[in-house]
């Protein structure tokens, strides 16, 4: 059992040495790989702050008129409003569990 274990542990060495002498090797070309993705991804959260209040007011409105509709018996089929104040929920649940994540 000696011998496997100390076979095991020569392994592990190999490949963690190769692993080393290649993220040295290659240092230069991960920094710049790293520093494009944080350019590419980086973003401005007043910017995405003032974006989600604009989507959440949108669709605060749409329930709001499908509810007056609603109220004053505007809309002949009440089902159809009962599903499409429902789906405007959902897509509002939806963006609103984007912003919370």
């Known amino acids: 059992m000696n011998e496997n274990s100390l076979a095991n542990f020569l392994l592990g060495t190999a490949i963690g040495g190769v692993s080393v002498y290649f993220a040295l090797k290659h240092q230069d070309e991960i920094i710049d790989k790293l520093h494009q993705l944080e ?35 505007v809309i002949e089929n009440k089902d159809d409003a009962i599903d499409a104040i ?6 509002l649940r939806k963006e609103v569990a984007k912003f919370k994540s």
């Open 39 to 73: 350019e590419e991804y980086a973003f401005d959260p007043d910017n995405l702050m003032g974006s989600a209040k604009e989507k959440i007011d949108i669709l605060t409105k749409n329930i709001q008129s499908k509810v007056e509709q609603f109220k004053e018996g």
């Open 86 to 91: 429902m789906e405007e929920l959902t897509h």
